[in-house]
């Protein structure tokens, strides 16, 4: 919780806050849990004083309140439904991603998810003039590919550089990585210097993989998801998210080796929508289902083609 | 919504030592941690263009195969990790040889003048026949020298003794060497800056003794590492795998060995097998660049 | 004699008279739920606790004439599964149910918003201190009768990283509860929550009374046990008690 310092409020100098952590009050969540009278016994203040430090710091740090009009009002003015280029995902996802949530694409080893990924990238930089964020966490991100891809659709020269200037690809190693950069572009989008609306992440177990203490597993995927909500429903974008579907060839069971999700209990539930993406044999058709979600129609299905020019 | 202490990079002494005094925030910290600027730094942001950029003028290593080095879009890409599987006897190991010695040819015919680390897990490295590889690639190049004639380039250049001596082989025995290795290649590489090319024949073979997610967790840093490496001093990663069978509950089927999120950390997979006795057949099953396709070669023997 | 002594504001807060959220949902709550008592909406993911809650937001928002309580309710969001353009669809198919005109529908949606009141939350510090926060928003607001969170142990793991306690989700939960009573205790109003857990977790046990509905999904359809009664539900646009 954060710690108490002079900056917080006037009346908390050196040594009034000398005297809170001589008995133990160093967080801002201390100080409110201590009942006013002790707080007065140990720092010597009025009564009334304390009571306002209190106030002031609980208007600091409780979350915002907003009356439902102007929160429907906000929601309804601040956020985008935009298109995934790809008519048929639109049409299961009712129209596109829509920003304040978190979609997640899931899929075995080689179904397509990179290609998806990049199809996405590359339409929406195409219809807009916003940035868009390509988190790459296992060095996948091909410029190569992507001009490739670019030039296979029959883009101009031009287009296609604006559109490549458009991209912003950040390649992390580790979760730490992941979550300075998460608060990075929180950052940049409170002082207004990008414009965003997509954020993709490709892949997230990569960065897990090497921490075995499950407990501190759990707590950077919590303060990760944390980070991701704030980006998503304050600063209206839409953050998709790649997961790994491994098949567990060590339980022998009668049922069908179905993908078991990677990153663990706790994540499973976080994403709004999930989209499970599974290629044909033998061929370059996938099918993209959606698996959950809170607000789409479970079970909706799309078939999908994969081509040089991207997903279509 | 604050960046919480336990989000950074520090060892775990410290981070209880921090929340034990109740630091928990980053915003806390302050002048108290005089690096906390370098712990709170993302990575560099590049356009896709700055990328795009970066990765035509970056090389790869050709394998002189040229339907192979088609396929791949030139060579086996730098700073990428590269898999060869395949059963026994399909030809990695011979490829990998042949790779150790292309990567150091010239750059005026295509090499990259490069040294090769080769570290062997289950002795197969066969010196003799490298050299025997490396015979056969000079009598090209002697013949392809002459032919292009550049006048001042001699003989001297590169001859097979120079090859040998420009391939490192570190035989390691099990997966607690293997990250040693890794460990060491850190200064090593900063006193052989002209690495182009490490190869790591095979990465399963140390894992056998350990059980399933070990084997995930431990092959996982081993590559990222590598790869962290590769991409600060610009050399090729190779592994080789070996196949396995899986069982599903109607039938088994073969797949490369590791398992389903090691593959999701390649970047690059392909499939060998030996069709006759100089004839290989690989399949890119996996690439930046390019979809499946399946390409049929002959090695140099 | 017990002789209690009251500050002036706790005596404020006592008398306060609140909206009445008895009979909200008679087949879920039989009895209640009565002022200063709990609901917990207890169940696995994806058995739909978000909508159950959300059905109870929209009971309490919509006005009298039209089965509503015309209650002013706090949302606590912790898990930000709550979408309000989904809490505006199920105002909108209520509404339509009681055969409201066209043309009327979105001015009432408009009005039944006026009594919503969102705080989302993004960690467990802001969560505590929302809870803290509460007392001047019920000051402020006579209105209020429901504080609706969602859901109390979202930050366990974060919790349990930063300062290294040890401590199970059941115990995080319940301490969570417990500042949270402690912070709306005497101003008559319901507060239910979710609560993300598997069937057979420990119950919690408050100074006040809990109400408690188990959702469950079995072989593909939902069902809510509420003291040992079945019922069975359909979870869709809305959610439909069968």
């Known amino acids: 919780m954060s710690r ?309 | 919504m604050h960046q919480p202490v336990h989000s950074l990079s520090l060892p775990e002494c410290k981070l209880r030592e921090l929340q034990t005094s109740e630091f928990n925030y980053c915003k806390d910290l302050d002048a108290s941690m005089p690096y906390l600027d370098q712990l709170m730094k993302p990575p560099v942001t590049k356009t896709a263009l700055e990328v795009y950029n970066e990765e035509c003028q970056q090389g790869c290593v050709r394998t002189f195969v040229e339907p192979l080095d088609n396929v791949l879009g030139g060579g086996i890409p730098l700073g990428e990790v590269t898999e060869f599987c395949g059963e026994p006897g399909s030809g990695k190991t011979q490829i990998c040889f042949q790779l150790c010695i292309s990567v150091q040819l010239p750059t005026w015919c295509g090499g990259l003048n490069g040294e090769a680390v080769y570290i062997g897990t289950n002795c197969d490295f066969a010196s003799h026949r490298v050299k025997e590889i490396a015979k056969r690639i000079m009598d090209r190049y002697v013949l392809f020298e002459a032919k292009h004639s550049f006048g001042n380039i001699g003989l001297n250049e590169i001859n097979v003794e120079l090859i040998m001596e420009r391939i490192s082989y ?93 593959y999701h950390r390649l970047n690059n997979r392909i499939y060998l097998c030996k069709k006759s006795s100089n004839v290989f057949k690989a399949v890119l099953l996996k690439s930046l660049f390019n979809s499946q396709t399946e390409i049929e070669f002959s090695l140099i023997s | 004699m017990n002789s209690q002594i009251e500050s002036g504001l706790e005596l404020v807060m006592r008398l306060t008279q609140r909206p009445n959220l008895e009979n909200i949902n008679p087949i879920l709550i039989p009895k209640g739920p009565y002022p200063n008592e709990f609901v917990e909406i207890v169940g696995a993911p994806g058995t739909g606790k978000t909508t159950v809650l959300m059905d109870f937001i929209v009971r309490t928002l919509l006005p009298l004439n039209l089965l509503g309580k015309n209650c002013g309710t706090v949302l606590i969001d912790t898990d930000h599964k709550f979408d309000m353009l989904r809490l505006i669809t199920m105002l909108e198919c209520e509404l339509k149910k009681l055969n409201v005109a066209k043309s009327c529908i979105h001015s009432a949606i408009m009005k039944c918003l006026k009594n919503l009141t969102v705080l989302n939350c993004y960690d467990n510090e802001q969560l505590q201190m929302s809870f803290y926060n509460l007392e001047q928003i019920l000051i402020e607001n006579s209105d209020i009768g429901l504080i609706a969170v969602d859901c109390i142990p979202a930050y366990y793991w974060q919790y349990r990283n930063l300062s290294d306690n040890h401590i199970s989700v059941y115990g995080y939960t319940k301490q969570m509860l417990q500042c949270l009573e402690q912070c709306v205790r005497n101003n008559n109003i319901v507060v239910a929550y979710t609560r993300n857990a598997e069937a057979d977790v420990k119950e919690i046990k408050l100074g006040e009374t809990i109400h408690r509905i188990l959702l469950k999904k079995e072989a593909g359809s939902f069902n809510a046990f509420v003291n040992d009664k079945l019922v069975p539900y359909t979870l869709g646009k809305t959610i439909s008690w069968l």
């Open chain 1, 4 to 312: 108490l310092n002079p900056q917080m409020h006037p009346l908390l100098n050196s040594p009034v806050l000398e005297a809170l952590l001589a008995k133990n009050i160093y967080t801002v969540l201390n100080f409110i849990e201590t009942e006013i009278k002790h707080i007065v016994a140990i720092t010597n203040l009025q009564y009334k004083e304390v009571l306002g430090i209190r106030k002031h710091l609980i208007n600091k740090y409780a979350a915002v309140t907003r009356d439902g009009v102007s929160y429907y009002n906000e929601i309804i003015t601040k956020s985008a439904l935009f298109s995934t280029g790809i008519k048929r995902l639109d049409s299961i996802l009712q129209g596109g991603f829509l920003t304040g949530n978190i979609y997640e694409i899931c899929g075995l080893p080689a179904s397509g998810k990179t290609q998806l990924n990049l199809t996405l990238v590359r339409n929406v930089a195409q219809n807009s003039i916003l940035n868009v964020y390509y988190i790459d966490t296992k060095n996948d991100f091909s410029g190569r590919k992507l001009k490739a891809v670019l030039d296979a659709s029959k883009t101009d020269e031009e287009h296609v550089k604006q559109i490549m200037s458009q991209i912003l690809v950040k390649k992390v190693d580790t979760v730490h990585d992941l979550i300075n950069t998460l608060y990075e572009i929180k950052n940049l989008l409170y002082t207004k210097t990008i414009k965003l609306r997509l954020i993709i992440i490709d892949s997230l177990p990569p960065l897990f993989y090497s921490i075995s203490d499950f407990s501190k597993r759990y707590g950077l995927i919590t303060t990760m998801v944390n980070v991701m909500h704030v980006l998503a429903k304050e600063f209206h974008t839409a953050i998709v998210v790649t997961n790994v579907l491994t098949t567990s060839y060590e339980n022998t069971s009668t049922e069908d080796i179905s993908g078991k999700i990677g990153l663990g209990k706790y994540w499973y539930n976080v994403p709004n929508t999930r989209l499970t993406i599974k290629k044909f044999e033998n061929s370059s058709e996938c099918s993209i289902i959606i698996a959950k979600s809170n607000r789409l129609l479970e079970g909706a299905q799309c078939n999908v083609k994969i081509t040089d020019a991207g997903i279509i």
């Open chain 2, 170 to 262: 570190i035989n390691v025995s099990d997966y607690t060497q293997m990250l040693l290795i890794v460990t060491y290649l850190k200064d090593w590489l900063h006193d052989h800056p002209t690495v182009k090319l490490i190869v790591i024949d095979s990465i399963c073979a140390p894992l056998k003794p350990l059980d399933g997610s070990q084997r995930t967790t431990i092959a996982y840093q081993l590559l990222q590492d590598l790869q962290k490496l590769a991409k600060e001093h610009n050399f090729a990663i190779i592994v080789t795998n070996n196949i396995t069978t899986r069982f599903t509950c109607s039938s088994s089927y073969l797949a490369p060995s590791l398992g389903d999120n090691y």
